[in-house]
C-alpha cells in the first residue's frame, strides 16, 4: 500500500492500529496454485498466523481450507461458514475434553504422538485419522520455529511407523492422510525437499494403503529484510510436483497434495502503524519511544525477527540510527535497536511491515493496553474488521470475567 494511504488511515482509526492489504493476501493464496501445477492441490491455510474474521472471510469466499489448532480455532472457523471437511485439527498437547469436544465438531484430527493415537483410538475405534511424523529435518528462521529432530515435542518419529501400525490395527482406524511440518520461515528449499523424501519412504502402500493425502505443512518463506531475495517459487513447484508425482506412481494412486502456510499468505499484507510521543538522547544513542509494544507485536522480542521500518511523515529526513520502543514496562520492549532511519520526530508515523502474520494472532493485553484495531483494505475501501477495546471496556471485561 502507498505511504499515503496509511497515514490516512492512521489519522482515520487512530494508532497503533493494524492495516492489512486483501489484495495481498488472495494474491499470495491463488499464486499457490500457479506455482505448484499438482491436479490435486490443496492449501490449508494456518489460521495460527492471523485469525481476524475478515480474513478468514476473504480466503473462504476463495476456496481456501483451514489448518486448525485448537478447540477455539475450530469453533470460530464452523461460525462463519467453513465446513468441517475443510478443517484439519492438528492435535498438540491436548486434554481428553478437548478430543471429545473437536471430534464432535466432525474434524479430521492429526495425531502426532503415539499416546494420542492410543487414547483416540480407544475413544473413536474405527474412525479415520492423519498421522503427523517428525520429519527429521531441522529447518526454520529461529530455534524457537523449527519442529523437526530431536528437541521437539511435535510429530511420531518416523522410526516408529511400526508402532503406529499396531495402534491403528488394534481400534481399526484408517490412516487417510500423513503430515509433516518442518519449521516456519524456511529459507533453504532443499530442506523441505529432504522432509518430504523423507516422510514418503514410509508412505507406502504395505504401510499405509488407503492414503488419500500428504500434507507437508507450513513454512513458506517470504523476505522480511528488504536485502532478501524471494524463493522462487515456481522452481520450488516444479521440484514439489516432481517429487510427489514419483511418489504417487510407486504408491499407484494419485493423491492429494496438501501445503498449510500462515506466513506465506499472510505476512506480506499487514502493517502495525505506530505514532512516535517521546524521544530522548541517552549520551548519543537515539531512544524512541512509540504507542505500542511488544505484546501487540512480539516477533522481534522472541524470535529476534526484523520486520522493516519506515518513517512514514518524514522520508526525507536525514539518516540517523535509532533504537525503537514501546510503551510497556519491560526493558527488552524494543521493536529495533540501532536501526537506520529517517530522522524520526514526535507525532511521526512509523510503520511496522510485514506484519500480517503471528503479530496480532500472537498478541497479548500486558500491562493492560487493549490490543489495536484492525483493518482491512480490500478492492479500494477500508474495513474495521475489529476495534480496539476502550480501557472502560477493557476493564468491564476483566471485570466480568474475574467475578
Ligand atoms: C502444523 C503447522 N502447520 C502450519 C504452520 C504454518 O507455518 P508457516 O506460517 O510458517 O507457514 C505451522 C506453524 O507453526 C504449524 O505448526
Same mark, same amino acid.
Not at 511407523?161 to 520461515?185: A, F, P, R
Not at 507450513?218 to 523476505?223: E, I, R
Given at each position: ?7 490516512? #488511515? +492512521? ?5 497503533? /492500529? ?13 499464486? #499457490? ?25 476473504? /480466503? $473462504? ?12 480455532? +475450530? ?11 475443510? /478443517?484439519?485439527?492438528? +492435535?498438540?498437547? !491436548?486434554?481428553? *475434553? ?6 464432535? =465438531? ?7 504422538? /503415539? ?13 479415520? &485419522? ?6 527429521? %529435518?531441522?529447518?526454520?528462521?529461529? %530455534?524457537? !520455529? ?16 511400526? @508402532? ?10 484408517? %490412516?487417510?492422510? =500423513? ?12 530442506? &523441505? ?11 507406502? +502402500? ?53 501445503? @498449510? ?6 505476512? @506480506? ?18 531512544? &524512541? ?31 540517523? *540510527? ?21 530522522? &524520526? ?6 510503520? =511496522? ?33 475489529? $476495534? ?5 471496556? #477493557? ?9
Amino acid at each position: 500500500m502507498k505511504q499515503e494511504q496509511l497515514v490516512e #488511515l +492512521a489519522k482515520e482509526y487512530g494508532t497503533p /492500529l493494524y492495516i492489512y492489504d486483501g489484495n495481498i493476501i488472495l494474491q499470495r493464496y491463488k499464486e #499457490l496454485f500457479n506455482f505448484i501445477k499438482w491436479p490435486k492441490l490443496e492449501i490449508f491455510y494456518a489460521m495460527k498466523a492471523n485469525y481476524n474474521i475478515g480474513i478468514l472471510r476473504l /480466503l $473462504k469466499d476463495a476456496d481456501a481450507k483451514v489448518d486448525i489448532v485448537s478447540p477455539a480455532e +475450530a469453533i470460530l472457523c464452523l461460525e462463519i461458514g467453513f465446513s468441517p471437511e475443510n /478443517l484439519l485439527f492438528t +492435535a498438540n498437547n !491436548i486434554t481428553e *475434553k478437548e478430543m471429545h469436544e473437536v471430534h464432535k =465438531l466432525g474434524l479430521l484430527f492429526n495425531i502426532g504422538s /503415539l499416546s494420542r493415537l492410543e487414547k483416540y483410538g480407544k475413544a473413536f475405534p474405527g474412525s479415520k &485419522v492423519c498421522i503427523r511424523f517428525n520429519p527429521d %529435518v531441522v529447518a526454520g528462521s529461529h %530455534v524457537n !520455529i523449527q519442529t523437526g529432530g530431536n528437541i521437539t515435542k511435535f510429530g511420531i518419529l518416523m522410526q516408529d511407523v511400526q @508402532e503406529v501400525k499396531k495402534i491403528i490395527q488394534s481400534y481399526n482406524l484408517t %490412516v487417510v492422510g =500423513l503430515h509433516e511440518h518442518t519449521g516456519s520461515g524456511i529459507a533453504e528449499t532443499e530442506k &523441505v525437499y529432504q522432509s518430504m523424501t523423507n516422510l514418503l519412504s514410509i508412505a507406502k +502402500a504395505e504401510n499405509f494403503p488407503d492414503l488419500e493425502f500428504i500434507d507437508f505443512g507450513g513454512g513458506l518463506k517470504v523476505p522480511y529484510h528488504p536485502d532478501e531475495r524471494r524463493i522462487d517459487y515456481l522452481k520450488f513447484g516444479e521440484i514439489i510436483s516432481e517429487i510427489f508425482s514419483d511418489f504417487c506412481k510407486n504408491y499407484g494412486k494419485k493423491l492429494v497434495l496438501r501445503f @498449510e502456510p500462515g506466513k506465506y499468505i499472510v505476512t @506480506e499484507s499487514g502493517y502495525l502503524i505506530v505514532q512516535v510521543n517521546t524521544f530522548k538522547n541517552n549520551r548519543g544513542r537515539l531512544i &524512541v519511544g512509540t504507542n505500542s509494544g511488544f505484546p501487540q507485536l512480539i516477533r522481534p522480542s522472541f524470535y529476534n525477527a526484523y520486520h522493516h521500518i519506515a518513517n512514514l511523515t518524514n522520508p526525507d529526513g536525514e539518516m540517523q *540510527k535509532y533504537d525503537i520502543c514501546g510503551n510497556i514496562c519491560e526493558t527488552g520492549d524494543v521493536f529495533a535497536s540501532q536501526r537506520d532511519l529517517p530522522e &524520526v520526530r514526535i507525532g511521526d508515523y512509523l510503520v =511496522l511491515e510485514n506484519a500480517g502474520a503471528y503479530c496480532y494472532s500472537m498478541g497479548g493485553i500486558y500491562n493492560l493496553r487493549a490490543m489495536p484495531s484492525e483493518v482491512l483494505f480490500y478492492k479500494g475501501k477500508a474495513h474495521l474488521i475489529r $476495534k480496539q477495546l476502550t480501557n472502560e471496556e #477493557l476493564v468491564k471485561q476483566i471485570l466480568q470475567d474475574s467475578s
